[in-house]
Each structure stands twice: as C-alpha cells, then as structure tokens.
Nanobody, 115 residues
Framework: QVQLVESGGGLVQPGGSLRLSCTAS????????MAWYRQAPGKQRELVAS???????NYPDSVKGRFTISRANAENTLYLQMNSLTPEDTARYYC?????????WGQGTQVTVSS
C-alpha cells in the first residue's frame, strides 16, 4: 500500500506560478510511474503530467510548455511546477503512483487561479 500526500496548492493570480509536492510513504524508485491528475467541478479527472522511473515525461497539449513534472526518488517526492497559470487550470490536483496494475491516489490539493 502506498500513501501519497499532496501539498502546495492555493490561490494564485492568473499568470502566476505554484509548485505542488507529493510525498510517498514508500520508495518510488522501484519502477513506479508517477503522475499528476486534476479534476475541476463537473468535469472528468484528466492527466496533467506523468514521469516514468527512467525520467521520461508526458504532458497533454493544454499544459505543455507551462508545467514541469519531476521526481526526487531519494526523497520519495514528486513535484509539479506550474507556470503561467490561467483560470482554466483551477481544479483539485491529485498525485498518482502506478506499478503494473496497481494504482494509488492521494487526497488532492486545491489550486484556484483567480484575480
């Protein structure tokens, strides 16, 4: 069982930046694919960014060039640097860890982009 705890959300003005963190209860070095998802009210949860244990990353077009995912395996921590935020980025952001068929979720952290 992997426990994930997200932090770093908050209220930010359009054009601003935030860095989200996700700390795992176990080592994430051993092959876990880590990812960030988000879910806005009335919308489906969507992938924001993912990173393999080897460091390969993937982003949807909606955040490409603005968001950067990274992982510090020795610290069991996943990050999401978010720049040039817009109101459309407002959502609850969730950390996900996947190893084969097993997937684990955190409780999420709220990001609100508003002036």
């Amino acid at each position: 069982q992997v426990q994930l705890v997200e932090s770093g959300g908050g209220l930010v003005q359009p054009g601003g930046s935030l860095r989200l963190s996700c700390t795992a209860s176990v080592s994430i070095f051993g092959g876990y694919v880590m990812a960030w998802y988000r879910q806005a009210p009335g919308k489906q949860r969507e992938l924001v960014a993912s990173i393999t244990s080897g460091g390969s990353t993937n982003y949807p077009d909606s955040v490409k060039g603005r968001f950067t995912i990274s992982r510090a395996n020795a610290e069991n921590t996943l990050y999401l640097q978010m720049n040039s935020l817009t109101p459309e980025d407002t959502a609850r952001y969730y950390c996900n860890a996947r190893l084969g068929p097993q997937g684990f979720w955190g409780q999420g952290t709220q990001v609100t982009v508003s002036s």
